[in-house]
């Protein structure tokens, strides 16, 4: 069995046991509650748009490091956006129930007519709902055990993982992502793709594995605040890492079985 089937089997798998951010990214409504039950609301401060599961936070709380208008704006507008049009490219087809990991995962298995609306609005999805669960109101946080020791031993040090990183985020020419994966000898590797490709893209991205850490450096992301400075931006950026869920994420991505 090839490397990239046996991942996609992982996805698949992870997305199964994860369940509720799969579910969340490919529900277009929530489900009918019962009869009986109050009509759902969004938690109080988290903002929801239509069909998204809630921002994890409210669109203030990760100032002074991203602003209110600018998570505003990503998270109602061009989230939603990627979402919807997700959603409308999949709907009555047998991709539309599966789970979005596993869609990106197989981009090549897709209809031709659809390919390119899931590549891009499909990753879209992914990628902004990986960011926001990534990232917390600042704190003074940082790596937990096992993230930390796998960035030891694939960087040496956690200085020189974050000059690669930043080295990613400030080479990506125009729009996209960097990138802290899990790639398919299961280290850790920093990486960086174009537009809204992610490393589940096999036969798309450069380099593939499972996304535990990524920062969006659209001009969308940054530019109200920060204008054309994306260094000062990705440099303020580590101050809303949210270590324990990349700690989270990582230790579900290693279990990748070793086929
Ligand atoms: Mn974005």
Redesign the pocket.
């Known amino acids: 069995m090839s490397e990239s089937l046996s991942r996609r089997d992982f996805l698949a798998r992870s997305a199964l046991a994860a369940g509720a951010l799969a579910a969340g990214c490919r529900r277009r409504e929530p489900p009918p509650p019962p009869a009986t039950a109050a009509p759902p609301v969004p938690p109080a401060g988290r903002p929801q748009a239509d069909g998204l599961d809630p921002l994890p936070y409210a669109y203030d709380a990760l100032e002074p490091v991203i602003d209110a208008r600018t998570m505003e704006i990503?998270y109602s507008r061009?989230?939603a956006g990627y979402a919807s049009n997700y959603h409308a490219a999949v709907e009555g087809t047998r991709w539309e129930e599966m789970p979005l990991e596993s869609v990106l995962a197989d981009l090549h298995a897709v209809p031709e007519d659809i390919r390119t609306v899931a590549r891009n609005h499909g990753g879209?999805l992914f990628?902004?709902t990986l960011?926001w669960a990534v990232m917390a109101p600042p704190a003074e946080r940082t790596p937990g055990p096992l993230v930390a020791r796998a960035i030891g031993e694939a960087f040496g040090s956690f200085d020189v993982f974050q000059a690669a990183f930043r080295h990613a985020a400030l080479g990506q020419f125009g729009s996209g992502w960097a990138w802290l994966m899990v790639n398919d000898e299961r280290e850790l590797e920093v990486t960086s793709t174009p537009n809204q490709d992610n490393p589940l893209m096999s036969g798309v991205a450069e380099r593939t594995g499972i996304p535990v850490l990524g920062l969006?450096v659209?001009e969308?992301?940054y530019y109200l605040h920060y204008q054309n400075r994306r260094a000062d931006y990705a440099d303020a950026w580590w101050r809303v890492v949210n270590w324990p869920e990349v700690e989270r994420r990582y230790a579900t991505a290693v279990q990748a079985p070793m086929v």
């Open positions: 990503h061009h989230h879209g990628n902004h960011f969006d659209w969308h992301a």
